[in-house]
């Protein structure tokens, strides 16, 4: 708002000031207008005088010459002595005729000047108006000046305001993530809350794992036996291979056709079984 009314008064200062420096300039061109049209009407007047004095002597340098050019001087003497009257007559009525033009223009150009004078304002007023255009000139450098202070005061605070809204945007998100963590701890705290049901549930699954290990400690003892018997049942048939004269002749021709082709797989299936029950895997 201050910087508003600053602006304001600014523009009717600057507007003062531009209306008095018009006013000056249009009383200085009056004044030299005044003195000017006067002083040019002077010089005419004088120049007129100047052509009506020069034009006078020219026409009596020219009689007079006439005078003396002409073969008979008696003659030109005599017409000179009879036209005296006239030409003198005649340049003494365009000599009242300057006159009477000089004093119209006199009384112009005098009544030019009091009728500017009316317009125009005295020494002492002069003074004030320019005292008083100091004044304004002073108020808006002044204006000037608080318009700069205010206007780099709002640039500050323009920037301050950006850093509010970045570190707003920053609590904003803050907030959000606190809400959710808040919301995640509030289902858990319900949860948990219900202990009772939650010691209902372990139980219920404690019980399930206790009959999943009994069923399976059945098995594996159901499984343990049958091992049992197939490994009686495969002593068994091994003790009777070994002694069937059949078998091992098989076995031999076998162990020389893997020895001469340099194999180092076990030799036939039987062997192999024997092997593997004799090292003690089969039970595990």
């Given amino acids: 708002l201050t910087f508003c009314h600053s602006i304001i008064r600014l523009n009717s200062l600057h507007n ?53 050019t002409k073969k008979d001087k008696k003659y030109s003497q005599q017409k000179f002595i009879q036209n005296f009257e006239q030409n003198k007559q005649h340049e003494q009525s365009a000599i009242n005729r300057a006159q009477v033009n000089i004093v119209n223009l006199l009384e112009k150009i005098s009544q030019n000047i009091n009728r500017s004078s009316f317009n125009l304002p005295s020494g002492d007023q002069l003074e004030n108006m320019k005292e008083n255009l100091n004044y304004k000139e002073g108020e808006l450098k002044n204006s000037e000046s608080t318009v700069t202070n205010i206007s780099a005061e709002n640039q500050k605070l323009q920037e301050d305001l950006q850093k509010v809204e970045l570190l707003e945007s920053k609590t904003h998100r803050e907030i959000s993530i606190l809400k959710e963590k808040i919301a995640k701890m509030a289902d858990e705290l319900m949860t948990y809350r219900d202990m009772r049901g939650l010691k209902d549930k372990s139980e219920c699954r404690k019980q399930k794992l206790l009959q999943d290990k009994a069923v399976l400690k059945m098995r ?63 039970d595990r």
């Fill in 16 to 68: 003062d000031y531009e209306r008095q420096q018009d006013d000056l300039q249009q009383l200085e061109a009056d004044i030299q207008e005044s003195q000017s049209e006067g002083f040019l009407k002077y010089q005419k007047l004088k120049k007129k005088e100047a052509v009506i004095d020069a034009d006078s002597t020219m026409n009596n340098q020219k009689d007079f010459l006439m005078l003396f």
């Fill in 220 to 282: 594996t003892n159901q499984l343990r036996q049958l091992v049992e018997e197939l490994k009686a049942v495969f002593n068994q048939q091994t003790a009777e291979l070994a002694d069937n004269e059949t078998y091992t002749q098989v076995m031999n021709v076998f162990t020389h056709s893997a020895y001469r082709l340099g194999s180092d797989l076990p030799l036939g299936r039987p062997y192999w079984f024997v092997t593997f029950a004799q090292s003690g895997d089969f």
